[in-house]
């Protein structure tokens, strides 16, 4: 099992430039979720998604779109990039209360960087 | 707004002793606190958790606190070691049925040999 795995790991972007983040799970888990983790600030939650074909806003949605056309990934998107947006990014899935893989698990990050 | 926070952000230890990471809560409707460690470079890896309906959970070599009337939470490493070295996180779920985490700043866990 790979568990998590997000694309690419490193990225540098210009002001204005457009990319998409990728994230794939294979535990079957129903929620996903797309974090940034910025100095001194912990991890906030940007979107997130309780199901295929759902989508949801978290703590810092502004500036980024996510999809989930497929159950086992989760697309963060970012049509216009800004510097604020430099950050790792990182993507956890879980499974259903009771399923046993109620705990959310992490991939091992992207590193966006944006001039 | 509410808020997960910590109390230190960096807690250097010897090798051998016994550390207390602190976590501070402001949300008292939050049922489901978890702890998560993260080393340089790598995504946060889940350690133990509790229920708002326990004081005290152990795992191997930690235990967790929970002290819900002043909204007190806390990691104790027993034997700390060189490889517990890293950032721990202490986080909250806010959502019933779903979990949907809000995370503190960080503490920084430095353990010399």
């Known amino acids: 099992n790979a568990g998590v795995t997000q694309t690419p790991k490193f990225r540098v972007l210009k002001t204005g430039q457009s990319m998409t983040l990728l994230c794939a799970q294979d535990?079957?888990?129903?929620?996903m979720y797309w974090y940034r983790q910025d100095p001194g600030m912990g991890l906030r939650l940007i979107h997130y998604s309780v199901g295929e074909g759902t989508t949801a806003k978290g703590e810092v949605p502004d500036g980024y779109n996510v999809s989930r056309l497929k159950k086992q990934n989760f697309l963060l998107g970012l049509e216009s990039a800004a510097p604020s947006q430099t950050s790792v990014y990182f993507c956890a899935s879980a499974g259903v209360k009771g399923s046993g893989a109620n705990v959310l698990t992490f991939g091992a990050g992207s590193r966006l960087t944006v001039l | 707004g509410e808020s997960v926070g910590l109390h230190l952000p960096t807690l250097s230890v010897q090798e051998g002793d016994n550390s207390i990471i602190n976590c501070a809560y402001s949300?008292?409707?939050?049922?489901?606190f978890i702890w998560y460690k993260q080393e340089s470079g790598k995504g946060p890896q889940f350690i133990i958790d509790i229920r708002s309906n326990m004081d005290k959970r152990q795992g191997q070599r930690v235990t967790v606190l929970l002290n819900k009337t002043v909204k007190h939470l806390s990691l104790q490493i027993a034997a700390t070691q060189p490889g517990d070295s890293a950032v721990y996180f202490c986080?909250?779920?806010?959502?019933?049925?779903?979990?949907?985490?809000?995370f503190g700043t960080g503490t920084r866990l430095l353990v010399s040999p």
């Open positions: 986080a909250e779920n806010r959502e019933t049925g779903f979990q949907k985490l809000v």
């Open positions: 535990m079957n888990h129903e929620y």
């Open positions: 949300n008292s409707a939050s049922d489901y």
